[in-house]
């Protein structure tokens, strides 16, 4: 139970969703900190402000990330809580766990730290919710013992992430898990040490309906696509509408790109003006399936509105072949790095590097050429830039 009382918090024992309250409660008896915790909060529900001090180093040697430094303001009200650091620890591609590895994972956190956790943070980590300084090293020690490494923070390559893809959806037009493993091992480095202007997020979608919600929530998103038709199997078609499915209205008429047919017998698809929205597939799982020849859209520069708005990321390669290791894309992912880690200003994000510098001239340096499925509409503006030898050689 909390040292202090806690009426507000108890309201939110009542209600059916599960509660934190309830959750926390059950270890404040185990922990100082679960205990001061939830007294700290609740001063905080009171006063509707939060109690942490502003930012906190700390870390593990030889990592510059991974760990974020948290000290409450109130220590001598709430020791428990003096200290309350956050380990993250790189999960599983997909959030795939025997119970051994979980129990091993709480074993190791009830020794070093509160035994709070959130299952997981937003970019994907194992969150170890609440240790001292002096618990870091011989946490990370045991961790690293058991297998696991902790993921990233600050400005480095922060944790991969991905969707369920090979593992579990019939969707998946390759394999995500396999890359966001190797992304992961590839540029352990860039993950460790921070070396960048700013954070850099990869996140891996087995189709456009982005499960991870890359297309938001990382600077490179890979999502998942096939350039051939869409796979149609007639029977099951025709059971889908003997069964009450209203094809016309559900299926033809939801249609962005305006190219399905049914004619009540047959469906055909034009397969040139289809924009691969998934959502005849989503519809008829049973009927249609992604085509053939398969391989993901990489898109680049997603972030939340801080400093220049938010931003979704927009298309830098249309297609491109998912084949282990994955060469090309480890290339053009420094190509991206170089050109943003020399001229990128500090705490820049990539996607307003490129609104800075201009989509052209970001092109230019990492050696892509413009293509016309950048783009939603051309410019309506006619303040082109040209440059110098253009003009020359028109000249000429
Ligand atoms: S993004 Fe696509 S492939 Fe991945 S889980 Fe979702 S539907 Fe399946
Ligand atoms: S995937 Fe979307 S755009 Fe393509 S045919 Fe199906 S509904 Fe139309």
Excluded at 46 to 72: A, D, L, M, P, T
Aim: hydrophobic share 35%; proline share 6%; glycine share 10%.
């Amino acid at each position: 139970m909390a040292k202090v009382p806690t009426p507000k918090l108890d309201e939110l024992e009542k209600g059916p969703w599960p509660s934190f309250v309830t959750e926390i409660k059950k270890r404040a008896d185990k922990h100082a900190a679960c205990s001061d915790l939830l007294g700290i909060l609740e001063r905080s529900y009171n006063e509707k402000i939060g109690h942490w001090k502003h930012g906190g180093i700390v870390g593990v040697f030889g990592y510059g990330g991974g760990v974020i430094g948290r000290y409450c303001d109130l220590p001598e009200d709430f020791p428990g809580v003096a200290h309350f650091h956050t380990m993250r620890v790189n999960m599983p591609a997909a959030w795939f766990y025997t119970s051994e590895a979980i129990r091993t994972l709480c074993d190791i956190w009830e020794k070093h730290g509160s035994g709070l956790t959130n299952m997981h943070g937003s970019t994907g980590d194992i969150i170890f919710l609440g240790c001292r300084t002096e618990d870091l090293e011989p946490c990370f020690a045991e961790l690293a013992e058991a297998g696991f490494d902790l993921g990233g923070s600050g400005s480095d390559l922060r944790t991969p992430s991905c969707c369920c893809g090979m593992a579990r959806c019939e969707w998946a037009c390759y394999d995500t898990m396999g890359f966001c493993y190797e992304m992961t091992q590839h540029f352990q480095d860039e993950l460790h040490r921070p070396a960048f202007p700013y954070k850099f997020k990869i996140k891996a979608a087995g189709c456009p309906n982005d499960c991870v919600a890359s297309i938001a929530r990382a600077d490179l998103s890979v999502i998942g696509n096939w350039r051939d038709n869409i796979q149609i199997d007639a029977a099951e078609v025709t059971n889908y509408a003997k069964a009450g499915l209203d094809i016309a209205a559900d299926v033809v008429n939801n249609c962005p790109g305006q190219c399905i047919r049914w004619d009540g017998k047959t469906l055909t698809i034009k397969d040139e003006d289809c924009k691969h929205c998934m959502h005849c597939i989503n519809v008829m799982p049973k009927a249609l399936r992604p085509g053939k020849e398969r391989g993901a859209t990489l898109l680049l520069g997603s972030k939340a509105p801080i400093m220049e708005g938010a931003l979704l990321s927009s298309v830098l390669v249309p297609f491109i072949e998912m084949e282990e290791p994955y060469d090309d894309i480890k290339e053009l992912i420094e190509a991206i790095w170089e050109v943003w880690c020399e001229d990128g200003k500090n705490r820049e994000r990539v996607g307003e590097f490129i609104q800075r510098v201009g989509m052209g001239n970001f092109l230019e340096a990492i050696g892509l050429e413009p293509d016309p499925n950048m783009v939603a509409h051309p410019r309506e503006n006619p303040y082109v830039f040209y440059n110098l030898n253009e003009e020359e050689e028109s000249d000429e």
